[in-house]
C-alpha cells in the first residue's frame, strides 16, 4: 500500500537561507509524486511533479525536489527563502492502480523569518 | 489544465440540516474525487465521484452522510447530511485528467456547524 510521510510538522527559516522539507514514501513500485503549496486561506497550487522521467524535477518559484528510489525519498528544497514561501505544504503520492487517488502526507508548516 | 468552480464558498448551518455543495469543471475529465480538510489537517479523501454510478467511498466515510452524485463528466455534487459541528471543514473537489497527470482542486467550501 502507498503511503507518505513528512518528516517535520514545522520549519522555520530566515529570510534568503535554504529551505528543506522533507517527505519519505512508501510504494511497492515506482511512484507519481508530487509537491503542492496552500496559503493561508487559498487553494492548493502545484509546485512540481515525478512521474518517472527525470530524477530531479524543478518547479515553479524556484522549488526544487530529487526523487531518491534508493532512499524513498521526495525531498522540496529552496537555495534562497522569500517571505512569500511561507505556507503550508503538501507532499502527495499517487495511489497504486488506475484509480487515480492521491494520497497526501500531514504537511508542513514552513515559517520565514525576516 | 483545468478550472474549477465550487459553491457556495462558505456557509454556516444548523446542525441536523443537510448542505449540498456543487463542483463544476470546465472541461471534460475522467477522475472527480471529493476531499475534507478539517482545521488545521490535511487533506482526506471522502470518495471517488463515479460518472453515472455510485461513488466509491473510502473506509470512514459512507453513502448515507455523505451523498455524491455525478451527472456527467463535468459536474459533481456533495451533500454533508444531518450535520454535527463535527463536519465543520473545508470540502474540496478535485481533478485528474490522467493517471500521470496533477491533480487540480477547487477553491474549497468553508462549512462551519452550529
Known amino acids: 500500500a502507498q503511503s507518505v510521510t513528512q518528516l517535520d510538522s514545522h520549519v522555520s527559516v530566515s529570510e534568503g537561507t535554504p529551505v528543506l522539507l522533507r517527505c519519505n514514501y512508501s510504494?511497492?513500485?515506482?511512484?507519481?509524486l508530487f509537491w503542492y503549496v496552500q496559503h493561508p486561506n487559498k487553494g492548493l497550487q502545484l509546485l512540481l511533479k515525478?512521474?518517472?522521467?527525470?530524477?530531479l524535477v524543478k518547479g515553479i518559484n524556484g522549488f526544487e525536489a530529487e526523487f531518491k528510489k534508493s532512499e524513498t525519498s521526495f525531498h522540496l528544497t529552496k537555495p534562497s527563502a522569500h517571505m512569500s514561501d511561507a505556507a503550508e505544504y503538501f507532499c502527495?503520492?499517487?495511489?497504486?492502480?488506475?484509480?487515480?487517488?492521491?494520497?497526501f502526507g500531514q504537511g508542513t508548516t514552513l515559517q520565514v523569518k525576516p | 489544465s483545468a478550472v474549477i468552480s465550487q459553491k457556495p464558498s462558505r456557509d454556516i448551518c444548523q446542525r441536523g440540516t443537510s448542505l449540498t455543495i456543487q463542483c463544476q469543471v470546465d472541461?471534460?475529465?475522467?477522475?472527480m474525487f471529493w476531499y475534507r480538510q478539517q482545521p488545521g489537517q490535511s487533506l482526506t479523501l471522502i470518495a471517488t465521484?463515479?460518472?453515472?454510478?455510485?461513488?466509491?467511498?473510502e473506509s470512514g466515510f459512507v453513502i448515507d452522510k455523505f451523498p455524491i452524485s455525478r451527472p456527467n463528466l463535468t459536474f459533481s455534487t456533495l451533500t454533508v447530511s444531518n450535520m454535527s459541528p463535527e463536519d465543520s471543514s473545508i470540502y474540496l473537489c478535485?481533478?485528474?485528467?490522467?493517471?500521470?497527470?496533477?491533480?487540480?482542486f477547487g477553491q474549497g467550501t468553508r462549512l462551519t456547524v452550529v
Open positions: 510504494s511497492s513500485y515506482s511512484p507519481s
Open positions: 465521484a463515479n460518472q453515472g454510478s455510485e461513488a466509491t467511498y
Open positions: 478535485s481533478v485528474r485528467a490522467g493517471l500521470n497527470t496533477e491533480a487540480f
Open positions: 502527495v503520492v499517487a495511489y497504486s492502480g488506475n484509480t487515480g487517488k492521491l494520497i
Open positions: 515525478y512521474t518517472s522521467a527525470a530524477t
Open positions: 472541461s471534460q475529465v475522467t477522475m
